[in-house]
């Protein structure tokens, strides 16, 4: 499956295949696991969230593109914050799997506004559950990451309680 990888996607590419004794389940390959998943994404999801923004909120108004460019974007950003360059860095700060949950996490975070503004940060784990197996089958996993993708709406003290 070939697309375009970021910098932090490129060291998750590179860390699954070297590490793969450090995730919890040394069967999968979070690497082919993530990238099909943003396929799914893209196929099945970011198409329809700007359309979905403006029918099902309440309040209409100007909005930031919610498209697939947003969503790369923001992996792009993160690992600017986390000092990536062009993705051959090894990077310290994050284990392998917490780089998986941060991708996973970014690519989610805002695939809630498909069903209008109002509280779409609460939605990414009815987000994950129904990508179905593209976003694994580890249930649990998805409830975690819907915690951290949910986090950026804004409620600091809902950060706080997810670390």
């Known amino acids: ?3 375009h ?3 932090l996607e490129k060291i998750l590419e590179r860390k699954a295949s070297t590490h793969r004794s450090n995730f919890p389940n040394t069967t999968i390959d979070y690497c082919t696991l993530y990238k099909g998943f943003v396929q799914h994404l893209r196929s099945n999801i970011y198409k329809d969230v700007d359309a979905g923004l403006a029918a099902n909120s309440v309040e209409h108004g100007l909005y930031t593109a919610h498209n697939s ?4 974007e923001v992996v792009l950003y993160a690992g600017e914050l986390l000092g990536v360059q062009d993705g051959s860095e090894d990077l310290e700060q994050l284990s392998p799997y917490e780089l998986y949950v941060l991708l996973v996490a970014i690519r989610i ?9 109002e509280e779409h940060e609460k939605k990414c784990f009815t987000v994950l559950r129904n990508c179905g197996a593209a976003a694994g089958d580890d249930d649990a996993e998805k409830k975690i990451i819907g915690s ?4 950026h709406g804004g409620k600091l003290h809902q950060a706080i309680k997810i670390l």
């Not at 460019?69 to 790369?72: K, V, Y």
């Open 109 to 117: 975070h805002d695939a809630g506004n498909i069903h209008g503004r």
């Open 5 to 7: 990888l970021h910098p």
């Open 69 to 72: 460019e947003h969503f790369d």
């Open 1 to 3: 499956m070939s697309m």
């Open 148 to 151: 951290i993708a949910q986090a």
